[in-house]
Every structure is written in structure tokens, then in C-alpha cells.
């Protein structure tokens, strides 16, 4: 599996948008974004004038890091996005967003993304009480997810407390907060998926 092993917040100073790669910093004072720090690199900060293809390499970009996925799983689900009846764009952020990593992190029993990953892998985490160690693992409507008996993490304790605080759990997810798991609702709508990309740009990416 790959990962970045630099600062992720490197990510997010590249894309000029906060991807909540860092967990609860991403809500403070401290973050890159908040703080206006340039991009990086020698010309971060200078104007630059895009072209199209290069705008839609940054929506791409933005979306795929946003998911902290890798070139060859993210194109994975767009070409089944493809293959799914619907507006390929919506699809593909709903196949995204139902990957049991971000499943996890929604429901609040990770602070971030990257969280969500190690908890999964180290085998915390049960789906329909089977437990489950892929991370890229993708559930479906009436799914149960659940810290495994015996896993009692105080970060997962820490980290739902925050959501119930902040109310962040969306409403296709149902949250129980006492018993640490969550159930999903259904599949999430368009206007659900706070993501912030222009889904069409990354569809007319890959058509080329």
C-alpha cells in the first residue's frame, strides 16, 4: 500500500484547499491553509495561467489526494464509475465516499483519512462482524461498522467525541456513538459529498 511520508500539509498548500489530511490541526489556527501560506516550491507563490488540461490535472489531483489514493486504484474506480448507469462524475464521488476508510472517518472513529487507514489495517475494525484489514474495502447500504471487541482505542474515543461535538456525520451514516459503530444509511447524494472538486473536469481528464 502506498503513503506519503512527507507532510500532508504540503498536499493541501499545493492545491490551495483544505483536504483534512491532519486531523483535528485542520480546525485550528494552524493550519497551512488558514495561516495563507504560498504553495510549495520556489514559484508557489506566483501567478500562474492554466489551461484547461492543466486545470482539470489539478481537480484530479485535488480529488485523488483528497482520498489519499494512489494513480492506478483511483483510475480503478473511475473505470467502474464508467461502467455504472448514471452521471459518471456523481458516481465515481459516491464509489469514493463508500470505501471503508472514508466510511470510518466520516462516522468519526478516526480523526483523518490517514487514521482511518492504520486502524483498519491493524485489524481494529469489523464489518458485519467480519473483521476487515483492507482499507480500500468498499461497503454498501445496511452495512454495519464496528470497533472490534477487545480494541477499545482512546484515540476512537477521542476522535467520536469531536464529531458528536462538531456534528459531523453525515445524515446517510448513523453514528452510535456508546457502542463505538455506525450503520450505513444508503448511498450518499451529491450535495452530501463535501467535496471540494468540479467532478465533470476530472471525467473530461480521463475522457482524452
Given at each position: 500500500m502506498g503513503r506519503h511520508i512527507t507532510s500532508v500539509c504540503v498536499l493541501c498548500r499545493r492545491e490551495h484547499v483544505k483536504l483534512y489530511l491532519k486531523g483535528n490541526r485542520c480546525f485550528t489556527a494552524k493550519c497551512a491553509i488558514e495561516q495563507k501560506?504560498?504553495?510549495?516550491?520556489?514559484?508557489g507563490g506566483e501567478f500562474k495561467k492554466v489551461s484547461d488540461y492543466g486545470m482539470q490535472l489539478r481537480e484530479k489531483q485535488k480529488l485523488r489526494r483528497f482520498y489519499l489514493m494512489m494513480e492506478r486504484s483511483f483510475l480503478r474506480q473511475f473505470v467502474r464509475a464508467l461502467r455504472t448507469k448514471g452521471k459518471t462524475g456523481e458516481v465515481f464521488l459516491r464509489l469514493l465516499e463508500m470505501?471503508?476508510?472514508?466510511?470510518?472517518?466520516?462516522?468519526?472513529?478516526?480523526p483523518s483519512r490517514r487514521?482511518?487507514?492504520?486502524?483498519?489495517?491493524?485489524?481494529?475494525?469489523?464489518?458485519?462482524?467480519?473483521?476487515?484489514?483492507?482499507?480500500?474495502?468498499?461497503?454498501?447500504?445496511?452495512?454495519?461498522?464496528?470497533?472490534?471487541?477487545?480494541?477499545?482505542?482512546?484515540?476512537?474515543?477521542?476522535s467520536v467525541e469531536v464529531a458528536k461535538q462538531r456534528k459531523s456525520v453525515p445524515e446517510w451514516l448513523d453514528l452510535s456513538a456508546e457502542k463505538l459503530?455506525?450503520?450505513?444509511?444508503?448511498?450518499?447524494?451529491?450535495?452530501?459529498?463535501?467535496?471540494?472538486v468540479q467532478e465533470q473536469q476530472i471525467v473530461e481528464y480521463y475522457s482524452k
Amino acid at each position: 500500500m502506498g503513503r506519503h511520508i512527507t507532510s500532508v500539509c504540503v498536499l493541501c498548500r499545493r492545491e490551495h484547499v483544505k483536504l483534512y489530511l491532519k486531523g483535528n490541526r485542520c480546525f485550528t489556527a494552524k493550519c497551512a491553509i488558514e495561516q495563507k501560506r504560498p504553495a510549495p516550491g520556489q514559484h508557489g507563490g506566483e501567478f500562474k495561467k492554466v489551461s484547461d488540461y492543466g486545470m482539470q490535472l489539478r481537480e484530479k489531483q485535488k480529488l485523488r489526494r483528497f482520498y489519499l489514493m494512489m494513480e492506478r486504484s483511483f483510475l480503478r474506480q473511475f473505470v467502474r464509475a464508467l461502467r455504472t448507469k448514471g452521471k459518471t462524475g456523481e458516481v465515481f464521488l459516491r464509489l469514493l465516499e463508500m470505501r471503508l476508510d472514508n466510511v470510518v472517518f466520516r462516522l468519526g472513529l478516526a480523526p483523518s483519512r490517514r487514521a482511518a487507514r492504520q486502524i483498519i489495517s491493524h485489524g481494529h475494525v469489523a464489518v458485519n462482524g467480519r473483521k476487515v484489514n483492507i482499507p480500500s474495502a468498499n461497503v454498501r447500504a445496511g452495512d454495519q461498522v464496528q470497533l472490534r471487541e477487545g480494541h477499545d482505542l482512546q484515540l476512537v474515543r477521542q476522535s467520536v467525541e469531536v464529531a458528536k461535538q462538531r456534528k459531523s456525520v453525515p445524515e446517510w451514516l448513523d453514528l452510535s456513538a456508546e457502542k463505538l459503530s455506525g450503520k450505513v444509511l444508503r448511498m450518499p447524494e451529491r450535495a452530501e459529498i463535501t467535496v471540494p472538486v468540479q467532478e465533470q473536469q476530472i471525467v473530461e481528464y480521463y475522457s482524452k
